[in-house]
């Protein structure tokens, strides 16, 4: 809104930060390096690595890649590794080389990544040993020159084990051979500018093939700036201690948990696959985290696990949540056993990514995703482009410093991204209140049309959660002779759980008005989702 009623609600936040702070987040991140030489900066797989460790090791992979590759300013650089100690090497050796990275999820199947990389124009990629194989099948249909391989411990001097590379990368490099290299070449800095692009981030595709958000070093630095600004004395530099399940590929981690808290002195506890519970559970326990970052789905299954109970959760100060909504009865949960609620933020990889968050002071959770960041601008506009009055329901668009400049090479998706006056469309639908905060009512296109009516799988999720004996549940539309579209619920039981669809049904039925309550429940035994934990509505229509 023009008036920017969350500003009333700001308390001691800052309306306003300079996206100019740092020249670059390479700039921002050596200071860090410098400043916490000595202290823990990320551990994985029972290895160390301190600040000045991470500072030497890109180092030399950033004079690899300039030496041996003939890596240029603006070349593009693809990584496609889970959560190891190689990840953040690559990212800040690719940074200091100048060079921009293209964040690959490693589950992408051949078809997913060819595309990728042909768009993007990548000629050298990092991969895990373990996913090559999906390198091996595109080899040949795409621009790539050098395949760079890391096993599990690359980076931290311990050989553990790892799994083979694909045979027919013969020509593939060790990274761990990448860095030794290195130290033995001249290093030359180069110097990158706010408009400099730091990150093709590909968002997922929902609509047809994923397209790249270009984010630039200001892009980063802004929304850095925006969250730092807004949380606080809610972060301790020097003395967080936050353990990062969500894959750094996303630009959820990659922007808090990764670039926001390293440039705090942070010490990051990487975990590769918080699908294995047990080892994940381990390392919480281990790391006794001040700060924990998750996805509704990461939350969920940590709150079931009879392990949490053994985490001591006496230092979490902060537990923030994204990429999906936090469903109420989850954030619960997750108070009951660590005595802190959920504060509950919104994004996307076009925003880098944070746009919204719930400040540190408010009392309890809000089922909102927050106040807009400092220096951001929201609006909610209707069909025709005009701004919705307060509490009304309206397409979210955003203006900052924060907001990308664009798709890569994509010239008319850009032009429909965009409004005249230059607010990005998310294409999500919210409602401010009349402090300022906001809540994602839902996806323009997951609304299901019951009789006219606007009915959001959201608010029927939510209220379902509560049910006894739903561990998670998932709402698409489906045709309906009688009211043209009606609510489908799918639903996992709780471990022992003897639950009916009429008792589903009649439960939603206290909470929703009738033309909300869903028509049809089907227990599954587990929610198709993303590896970011998104659950995937399409694939659900698929089941039908």
Not at 101 to 112: C, F, G, I, M, S
Request: charged share 20%.
């Amino acid at each position: 809104m023009s008036s920017k009623i969350w500003h009333k609600s700001y308390g001691n936040i800052p309306k306003e930060i300079n996206p100019d702070a740092y020249p670059s987040v390479t700039a921002m991140l050596d200071e860090a390096m410098k400043t916490f030489a000595d202290k823990p900066a990320f551990r994985c797989a029972g290895q160390t690595l301190s600040y000045a460790d991470v500072d030497r090791l890109s180092r030399d992979f950033a004079a690899y890649l300039q030496n041996k590759l003939g890596v240029k300013k603006g070349d593009r650089i693809a990584v496609m590794t889970p959560n190891l100690l190689a990840f953040p090497i690559a990212f800040l050796g690719i940074m200091r080389a100048g060079a921009a990275q293209v964040n690959v999820n490693p589950l992408y199947t051949p078809t997913e990544l060819q595309h990728q990389l042909n768009d993007a124009g990548v000629e050298t990629i990092i991969v895990f040993s373990g996913v090559s194989g999906t390198v091996a099948e595109v080899m040949g249909k795409t621009k790539l020159k050098t395949v760079i391989t890391n096993g599990v411990g690359d980076g931290s001097g311990a050989a553990l084990p790892s799994p083979p590379t694909d045979p027919r990368l013969g020509a593939a490099i060790k990274f761990t051979d990448a860095l030794a290299e290195g130290a033995k070449l001249p290093f030359t800095p180069v110097k990158s500018s706010g408009e400099d692009l730091l990150f093709l981030q590909y968002t997922g595709g929902t609509t047809g093939l994923s397209k790249g958000a270009a984010l630039t070093h200001r892009n980063l630095v802004a929304n850095v700036e925006q969250f730092r600004a807004f949380m606080g004395d809610a972060i301790h530099p020097g003395d967080e201690v936050i353990v990062t399940a969500i894959p750094l590929y996303h630009i959820f981690a990659l922007m808090v948990n990764f670039i926001t808290y390293f440039s705090t002195g942070a010490d990051n506890w990487l975990v590769p696959n918080p699908r294995e519970f047990d080892g994940f559970i381990e390392v919480m326990k281990k790391a006794r985290p001040t700060v924990f970052m998750g996805v509704n789905t990461l939350y969920a299954g940590l709150v079931a696990h009879p392990k949490s109970k053994e985490i001591d959760w006496s230092r979490l100060r902060l537990a923030g949540g994204g990429g999906a909504a936090i469903i109420p009865a989850v954030s619960e949960r997750w108070q009951a056993m660590t005595g802190k609620f959920i504060l509950e933020g919104y994004g996307l990889s076009e925003t880098s990514p944070v746009v919204s968050f719930n400040p540190p002071t408010v009392p309890a959770f809000t089922a909102t995703t927050g106040l807009p960041l400092p220096s951001s601008d929201v609006k909610l506009i209707d069909d025709e482009g005009k701004e919705v009055p307060l509490g009304g329901s309206g397409e979210i668009v955003v203006k900052g410093p924060h907001v990308m400049a664009g798709y890569w090479q994509q010239p008319e998706a850009n032009k429909l991204a965009f409004t005249d006056d230059g607010y990005f469309r998310t294409g999500d639908i919210g409602q401010f209140d009349d402090k300022g905060f906001l809540k994602i009512v839902d996806r323009k296109k997951d609304m299901i049309i019951v009789s006219g009516f606007n009915v959001f799988p959201n608010e029927i999720e939510a209220v379902a959660t509560g049910c006894p004996g739903v561990a998670e549940c998932a709402c698409i539309g489906v045709p309906d002779d009688k009211t043209g579209e009606a609510a489908q619920l799918f639903v996992v039981k709780a471990p022992n759980a003897t639950l009916t669809e009429t008792e589903v049904i009649a439960f939603c039925r206290k909470q929703l008005t009738g033309y909300k309550v869903p028509k049809v429940v089907k227990f599954v035994d587990a929610l198709p989702k993303s590896t970011v934990g998104k659950i995937l509505r399409r694939e659900l229509r698929d089941l039908n």
